[in-house]
C-alpha cells in the first residue's frame, strides 16, 4: 500500500515510499552543476541527511544550486519529468538538517517551482505528490498551488475508473486546508469530489484493482467520509469479500485491508479476519515470518484468537517494517505479538526498530509519527495497545549502546580502529549483537566515531 515512494515530507499511515538507491556523493569533490544525472539529485540530496559537516555542506550546495528562478525555470524546461523531480527533492529536503536561514530559502525555491508549473500540462500524480512535500516545508506554496489546479485542472473529469494515483490523496490535501483555514470552499470542493467517488460502482473496484491498489483507496476515503465509506462497503455482500482475499498471497495486503473495515465494519472485518487466521494460521506448521507479525498481532489483540508461534527475530520484524510498513498500526499490532510471545523480546525490538527508522529518515522522530496518524478513534487503541513503548531519540540513544559494548571489550579509547569496533558491535550470527546490519552498523559508528573526533578511514582505505 505503499503509494508515492517512500516518505514525502509527512507521513500518512498508509503512504510510504520505498528506499532511495544508495549513493556514493561526497560534497567536498562533487560540483553539482555539473552534475550528469539530473534525476539522480533527489538521491544524492538524500545522502546528506546526517547532523555532520559533510551532509551540511551537501545541503547548502543544494540550496545554493536551486536558489533561483532561472535554475528552476531551466529544470522545468529542459528535464521532461520536472515535476515529479521537484516533488522528490522537496522530499529530500524534509529529509535533511537545515537552518533556520535555509528553511526561509527553501520556501522561496518552492515558490519558484510552483510559479513555473502549467499545472494543465502536468500528470495529477506529480502534481500530488509536490502538493504533499509541500505541506510542511513551504505552506505558503503550497496553497498556491492548490489554488492553481483547483482553478486550471478538471478536478470533476479524473472521477473515473481507475482513479489516478494521486487523485484522493489531493482531494485529502483540499479538505485540511478547509479544516486548517475554516475554509468552506475547500470543504465543499472537497465533500463534492469524494461524494462523486461513492457514486462509483464498488463492484468494478473490486475487480479491476488489485488488493493492494485497492486498500490505497479505502484508505482515503476512510478519510475523506468515513460514514460514506461504511454505506459503500456495505453495499456489497461479504462472499464478495471473501472472494477477493481468498487467493490474496500478500500479507500485509490482507492486513491492511482488515485493519481499514474494522473502522467501518468490526463484525465483517472479524468475519474475514476468522478465515485468514484459520486457513493460514490455526494450524501453522511453518515458522512465523516477520510479515506475519502486524497480522497476527491484530488478530489476537482486536480479535482475541488464539495462536501460539515463535517471535521472529526483532532484528528481522524491524527491518520489515522500517522498510515496508512504517505505521503506527504495523508497530502497535508488533509490540502487542512480541509482548504476548516473548516480553524479553521488547527492548531489543525497540532498539532495531530505532536504528533502521532512523537511517531511512533521521528527522521523522516518533512524536511525528504518532501525530500524523490520521484517525484520532484508532491512534488512542494503538496508544493503548503501545502502553509505554516508544522509540528514543536517535543517535544519542544508539551512540550509548556502542559506547557500552566497547567499554565492556576495553576498546573504546580513540585509536580503536573503526573496523575493530564495527566487528564488537555487528555480528549477523549473534543473537544478542547491537546491530545486525552492516550497513546501519557503518552510519552508526561513523557518527560515533565523528562524535568524539576520532578518526574515520577513507574510502579507499576501508576497502
Not at 522545468?76 to 528553511?103: D, H, I, N, P, W
Not at 453495499?235 to 487467493?247: D, F, N, P, V
Request: charged share 20%; hydrophobic share 40%.
Amino acid at each position: 500500500m505503499a503509494i508515492f515512494l517512500r516518505r514525502f515530507a509527512i507521513h500518512n499511515h498508509f503512504n510510504q515510499q520505498k528506499p532511495m538507491p544508495v549513493i556514493n556523493y561526497d560534497p567536498t569533490t562533487t560540483n553539482l552543476s555539473q552534475f550528469a544525472d539530473i534525476n539522480q539529485l533527489p538521491n544524492l540530496l538524500y545522502s546528506c541527511r546526517w547532523k555532520n559537516a559533510k551532509s551540511a555542506k551537501g545541503v547548502a550546495d543544494f540550496i545554493q544550486l536551486l536558489n533561483s528562478k532561472a535554475k528552476i525555470e531551466q529544470l522545468y524546461k529542459e528535464f521532461k519529468q520536472a515535476v515529479s523531480l521537484f516533488g522528490r527533492l522537496l522530499s529530500s529536503f524534509s529529509k535533511v538538517y537545515t537552518t533556520e536561514l535555509q528553511k526561509l530559502q527553501l520556501q522561496t525555491i518552492a515558490k519558484y517551482m510552483v510559479e513555473v508549473i502549467d499545472v494543465q500540462k502536468e500528470k495529477l500524480t506529480d502534481l500530488s505528490l509536490l502538493s504533499h512535500n509541500l505541506v510542511n516545508l513551504a505552506p505558503a506554496a503550497h496553497k498556491m498551488l492548490v489554488n492553481k489546479i483547483i482553478a486550471d485542472v478538471d478536478l470533476p473529469a479524473q472521477v473515473q475508473i481507475p482513479l489516478s494515483r494521486g487523485f484522493l490523496p489531493f482531494v485529502k490535501q483540499i479538505k485540511r486546508l478547509g479544516i486548517e483555514q475554516n475554509n468552506e470552499q475547500y470543504h465543499k470542493i472537497a465533500d463534492d469530489i469524494a461524494n462523486m467517488v461513492f457514486q462509483l460502482p464498488v463492484q468494478d473496484f473490486l475487480q479491476r484493482y488489485n488488493l493492494i491498489e485497492l486498500n490505497r483507496v479505502l484508505w482515503e476515503l476512510l478519510q475523506l467520509n468515513q460514514t460514506e465509506l461504511r454505506n459503500w462497503i456495505h453495499s456489497i455482500e461479504s462472499a464478495e469479500w471473501l472472494e477477493k482475499i481468498k487467493r490474496e498471497p500478500n500479507k500485509d495486503a490482507l492486513f491492511r485491508l482488515l485493519w481499514i473495515i474494522y473502522h467501518t465494519d468490526f463484525h465483517l472485518s472479524k468475519a474475514l479476519g476468522n478465515y485468514v487466521f484459520k486457513r493460514r494460521y490455526e494450524k501453522m506448521r511453518t515458522r512465523v515470518q516477520a510479515e506475519d507479525v502486524p497480522l497476527l498481532g491484530f488478530f489476537m489483540n482486536v480479535f482475541r484468537f488464539q495462536f501460539r508461534g515463535m517471535v521472529p527475530h526483532t532484528s528481522e520484524i524491524a527491518m520489515h517494517i522500517s522498510r515496508n510498513a512504517y505505521t503506527l498500526s504495523h508497530i502497535a499490532f508488533a509490540v502487542f505479538f512480541i509482548e504476548t510471545g516473548n516480553p524479553r523480546f521488547i527492548n531489543s525490538f525497540r532498539n532495531y526498530l530505532s536504528q533502521e527508522s532512523y537511517v531511512e529518515n533521521p528527522q521523522f522522530s516518533w512524536n511525528h509519527l504518532v501525530e500524523s496518524y490520521p484517525i484520532a478513534t484508532t491512534r488512542s487503541l494503538l496508544l493503548k495497545i503501545l502502553n509505554l513503548f516508544k522509540l528514543p531519540y536517535e543517535p544519542l540513544s544508539t551512540h550509548k549502546l556502542i559506547e557500552r559494548n566497547l567499554t565492556n571489550a576495553e576498546l573504546l579509547k580513540p585509536d580503536t580502529s573503526f573496523d575493530k569496533a564495527l566487528s564488537i558491535c555487528c555480528n549477523p550470527e549473534d543473537p544478542a549483537s547491537l546491530f545486525k546490519n552492516e550497513e546501519t552498523a557503518r552510519i552508526f559508528m561513523t557518527l560515533f566515531y565523528e562524535s568524539r573526533g576520532w578518526k574515520i578511514p577513507a574510502p579507499e582505505e576501508a576497502k
